[in-house]
């Protein structure tokens, strides 16, 4: 559904409701006189005079905090995002174009672009976002601003590439074009290309396309350079081989890389489903299933074998039990994590601290075990 250009209420009705809040005309937005409010003189007439007055300047007081508060709120450009919005539309190779506008005391201020350039030539790209530089200038510099790109077909898959402030036409739209060849050529549900400058991120969802054809299709783009790192979510029902549910990888990665990840999963003696990876056979987070817990220390200390970790290899080793009996949200479970080789422990988390409220006991055991024996803490 597409959202509309708004403008949600701005400091100006915000100093009217504070009028009519405190009974004053002036504010320091707002030159007008102020009403005047005078008490009967003797007896109870006074005391509830006082008592008025001092009611009134509470209120006045109190209209006079939100009156700053409100005068404080970015300068309204919502004629500006309309004209923006009119301008990006009209382009040649926009589909369709919204501008999310928004300037209020409560949420702050706001500018959001999206724009579906579903067959848009990179020149045409590269006119669009100029055309987007040109327009704002420096308009919102007081707004938190992102800028939202849809460069495949949206009845497919919903990929996009989304920026910041700051935008370079050439490298938006060789990211864009990168980022619609993806879509061509993997199965997944969605995908989020960050395009910060110095590293890109690319996160896709509901992905069911093996770890090796998604890097493939990244590298025929050529972006797969030392910027870039790559998440990648299963979908729910993943096919078999598409097991693990998580992988994060930190280009550039190769296919020997890959071969060798892929080498180390099958003589694990565990199943893993969730893995960072990196350049040079490097696997520096695992998270396994254990079949027992009586086996688990053995299955652990294969893992850790397996991989070479240690001080040269750290491996952040996290696990849990892989058929869990049912159990509400309270019951403690099967799980621990250790830092093979390093030290690097959410010290100040509820299950660093109290790990005894969240963990089974054998669980507990076992993670100090490992410590003792794998990480470099003191």
């Not at 003189?41 to 008592?51: E, F, N, T, Y």
Request: a negative charge; hydrophobic letters at 40%.
């Amino acid at each position: 559904m597409r959202v509309p250009v708004v403008a949600t209420p701005t400091s100006r009705s915000r100093r009217a409701q504070s009028k009519e809040m405190s009974g004053a005309g002036k504010t320091p937005c707002n030159d007008g006189n102020s009403d005047q409010t005078t008490g009967q003189h003797g007896g109870s007439s006074v005391r509830r005079g006082a008592l008025a007055t001092a009611l009134v300047t509470v209120a006045a007081l109190a209209s006079l905090v939100m009156a700053v508060g409100a005068c404080s709120s970015a300068p309204d450009r919502g004629a500006d995002a309309q004209r923006l919005k009119a301008t990006i539309a009209a382009m040649p190779g926009v589909r369709d174009a919204d501008v999310t506008y928004e300037n209020s005391f409560e949420r702050g201020a706001n500018l959001d672009i999206t724009v579906w350039m579903p067959s848009a030539t990179r020149q045409q790209i590269v006119d669009v976002v100029t055309r987007i530089n040109t327009v704002r200038g420096d308009l919102f510099d007081r707004y938190d601003q992102t800028v939202q790109f849809q460069p495949n077909d949206l009845d497919a898959k919903w990929f996009q590439l989304k920026c910041g402030t700051d935008l370079d036409a050439a490298s938006i739209a060789d990211q864009a074009l990168a980022l619609r060849v993806l879509a061509a050529h993997i199965k997944a549900g969605s995908a989020d290309w960050s395009c910060r400058p110095n590293h890109r991120s690319l996160t896709i969802r509901d992905n069911d396309t093996p770890i090796g054809a998604v890097l493939d299709a990244l590298r025929s783009t050529g972006m797969d350079d030392a910027s870039v790192s790559v998440e990648l979510q299963a979908a729910q029902t993943p096919s078999p081989q598409q097991s693990i549910s998580l992988v994060n990888v930190q280009f550039p990665y190769s296919a020997a890389d890959l071969d060798y990840f892929n080498a180390l999963v099958a003589r694990l003696g565990a199943v893993p489903w969730l893995a960072s990876i990196g350049p040079g056979q490097t696997v520096s987070a695992l998270s396994v299933r254990v079949h027992d817990p009586a086996t688990a220390h053995q299955q652990l200390t294969n893992v850790i074998a397996a991989v070479g970790a240690g001080p040269a290899r750290p491996l952040m080793l996290a696990w849990a039990l892989e058929n869990p009996p049912s159990s509400t949200g309270d019951t403690p479970r099967f799980f621990g994590q250790v830092d093979v080789g390093g030290c690097n422990y959410a010290s100040q988390g509820e299950g660093e601290l109290h790990p005894e409220k969240y963990f089974t006991a054998d669980a507990v055991a076992l993670q100090r075990q490992l410590r003792a024996q794998y990480d470099s803490c003191k």
